[in-house]
């Protein structure tokens, strides 16, 4: 496996398709983490901008190999095998983004709440680097349910992608809108939730999307 995410890795880099998904999230945080802003929504802005870019990430990384490219990695190591490094590429780099993302939140913000109250800075910041993983993964779950070998049909994959991405970043029910409610609710008060509910939710989530994408890998390709 670690072969086949340094393969992976070296494609994805190499492809510079990974630039547009990582100028996005740039431009997200450029326009929405103002310095000397309340630390919590800075964070609950930084990781609600993932959710969209790691369904983004995903797409690049389990197509960037030509069909005969791909045909000859699953001969190889096993499709799903082949499925699943792709997958955890894109995790690996949508969580390089989220990790610098918390962080520049948490330089130029100031802890204090919307109403100007203390806010403890080591607990906001995990809280919101575990929302941030929380809103990486639930893209992650759409990532690989809205493309290959799930969905065939490039055409269709890209906009069931970003509906189903606004969907969960607007619907009370989805882990990532939780995880980013209680930061900016939080704000309202200098309270600090910690999100282990939303994460605890999106982490089998995350895998049984992941692992039904690889079984079927195996059985299309």
């Not at 492809?15 to 450029?30: K, N």
């Not at 800075?42 to 490219?69: D, H, I, M, S």
């Not at 130029?108 to 203390?118: K, N």
């Amino acid at each position: 496996m670690t072969a086949l995410l340094r393969y992976q890795a070296a494609l994805l880099i190499g492809s510079h398709r990974w630039l547009p998904p990582v100028i996005l999230y740039a431009a997200w945080l450029a326009i929405g983490v103002q310095s000397g802003g309340p630390v919590l929504d800075a964070f609950g802005y930084a990781a609600g901008g993932l959710l969209p870019v790691a369904v983004w990430l995903t797409r690049v990384c389990v197509t960037n190999e030509p069909p005969a490219a791909r045909n000859c990695t699953a001969a190889a190591a096993g499709p799903g095998r082949a499925h699943l490094a792709a997958v955890l590429t894109a995790v690996c780099a949508a969580t390089l983004l989220a990790l610098l993302g918390t962080a520049l939140a948490l330089l130029l913000s100031d802890p204090h709440s919307s109403d100007h109250r203390a806010v403890p800075l080591a607990p906001a910041a995990l809280a919101g680097l575990l929302a941030a993983l929380v809103c990486l993964l639930t893209g992650t779950a759409i990532g690989a349910l809205s493309n290959w070998p799930v969905l065939r049909s490039p055409g269709w994959s890209i906009p069931v992608g970003m509906l189903a991405a606004l969907l969960l970043l607007v619907l009370g029910v989805s882990p990532a809108n939780a995880a980013i409610s209680d930061l900016i609710t939080g704000s309202l008060h200098g309270t600090v939730t910690t999100p282990w509910l939303p994460l605890a939710g999106t982490v089998p989530l995350a895998t049984a999307a992941t692992a039904a994408a690889c079984a079927l890998s195996s059985r299309r390709g």
